[in-house]
């Protein structure tokens, strides 16, 4: 029996050495770069942040909500990096649960994955695009751009993932023919990506690198908070904080869309409250009660942005000034311009609906044989390798299920 695997990311790669650790099948694993794991080389800035201790299925998004819990409950964070560890992986986790692997290196774990697959005899079929697939009795036909044959596979599995990185040739084009086939597909949008905003308040604070908490409003009405670390930039936001909404933003209708920053998340506002009643009647500069939290850049904003002199003294603030200046620092809200492109986003949202799949296999529910798994399904997670912990998990899920 022969097994396709188109794509060769994450989710394809673990495939195909599932498949290989279960049954002798000649698996044959596609992929349009010039080698496997181009896109996986790359994550985590080259570092390759590629599990998270804290995830849980509620922490994924997806346009129609399904339950992810028995995925979750069968390949955990603890699961995956024994997975990993046997491959020869070692990794360690941060103090705040990011997971990497012991090299801190995406393209030493490429390699070595490399070296698994041609071991095991997995043939790679790489700088080769799949530009068609039918479904011809009981059969999936690929055709191939740079080869007049057709390939003939009993079971496929689909791993080409999402819209992102399409400098790394992302290519999300063969849904069509997957469409075709009865299979409903929501479309794409850009994820984890910086937001640009309309107005360029922030333009003093640029390059500032700070945790905060986001509010993202539509037509004036709170979707969703976020606290996280952000990156002030010359057109917006950048970092974690923001990324993880951006997803949430309608391609089209983004100035329906507004971001609120909050620089006073969690108790922040009390403890200043108490600080300033404890120096009120004393000459302790006010500058310095909003140092203890602020970055200094940040502080001389607000001073600037409140008419204060660096030198004022708690004594000469009222109490009704202070609630002023706390309630500004809780609410400087920002139209949303746009979100950058899918050139800049580190995954997408979109893809196969989830309700095509029976997640505890990853096949379709309609055709026999056909099977999904990583980006190019309707699950997106927030950035801390979220997304490759998905992209493993469910490739080794239709790599488990597409032996039996």
């Known amino acids: 029996m022969k097994i396709g695997i188109l794509g060769a990311g994450p989710a394809g790669i673990f495939a195909a050495l599932k498949v290989r650790n279960i049954t002798m099948n000649d698996i044959y694993l596609f992929d349009a770069n010039p080698r496997v794991g181009k896109k996986f080389s790359v994550t985590g800035s080259g570092r390759c942040n590629i599990t998270n201790l804290n995830i849980l299925p509620d922490s994924y998004f997806s346009?129609?909500?399904?339950?992810?819990?028995?995925?979750?409950?069968?390949?955990?964070?603890?699961?995956?990096?024994?997975?990993?560890?046997?491959?020869?992986?070692?990794?360690?986790?941060?103090?705040?649960?990011?997971?990497?692997?012991?090299?801190?290196?995406?393209?030493?774990v490429v390699q070595i994955l490399r070296d698994h697959l041609i071991c095991h005899n997995v043939h790679l079929v790489e700088d080769t695009k799949v530009t068609t697939i039918d479904y011809q009795k009981n059969e999936f036909v690929l055709t191939m751009d740079n080869q007049r044959e057709k390939f003939y596979c009993s079971r496929l599995v689909v791993a080409s993932g999402g819209k992102a990185y399409p400098q790394l040739r992302a290519d999300t084009s063969i849904l069509?023919?997957?469409?075709?086939?009865?299979?409903?597909?929501?479309?794409?949008?850009?994820?984890?990506?910086?937001?640009?905003?309309?107005?360029?308040?922030?333009?003093?604070?640029?390059?500032?690198?700070?945790?905060?908490?986001i509010q993202l409003y539509k037509s004036n009405q709170l979707i969703r908070k976020n606290t996280g670390n952000i990156i002030f930039t010359d057109c917006g936001l950048n970092g974690p904080g923001i990324m993880n909404l951006s997803h949430l933003i309608d391609p089209g209708n983004e100035k329906t869309y507004a971001i609120c920053v909050n620089f006073l998340p969690e108790n922040a506002r009390q403890i200043i409250e108490n600080l300033y009643e404890k120096n009120q009647k004393f000459p302790y500069h006010y500058r310095s009660i909003y140092l203890s939290f602020l970055p200094e850049k940040v502080v001389d904003f607000f001073f600037e942005r409140w008419e204060l002199s660096k030198n004022s003294v708690c004594s000469e603030i009222k109490p009704g000034n202070l609630q002023e200046h706390l309630k500004d620092l809780q609410s400087i809200k920002n139209e949303v311009r746009s979100v950058k492109g899918y050139k800049f986003a580190q995954a997408s949202a979109g893809g196969i609906s989830l309700s095509e799949i029976d997640l505890n296999t990853m096949q379709s529910k309609k055709i026999s044989g056909l099977f999904f798994a990583g980006e190019i399904l309707d699950i997106t997670g927030p950035c801390g390798g979220f997304n490759l912990h998905w992209a493993i998990a469910s490739g080794i899920i239709a790599g488990e299920s597409i032996s039996v």
């Not at 979750?72 to 995956?80: E, K, T, W």
């Open 63 to 108: 346009f129609e909500p399904a339950n992810l819990k028995s995925i979750f409950d069968r390949y955990s964070p603890m699961n995956i990096r024994k997975v990993l560890d046997d491959f020869g992986i070692p990794t360690v986790a941060t103090d705040d649960g990011w997971v990497y692997p012991l090299s801190y290196s995406a393209n030493n």
């Open 176 to 213: 069509k023919d997957i469409e075709k086939m009865g299979i409903q597909t929501i479309p794409f949008r850009p994820a984890l990506v910086p937001v640009e905003l309309s107005e360029k308040t922030f333009l003093p604070i640029v390059g500032v690198r700070m945790d905060a908490e």
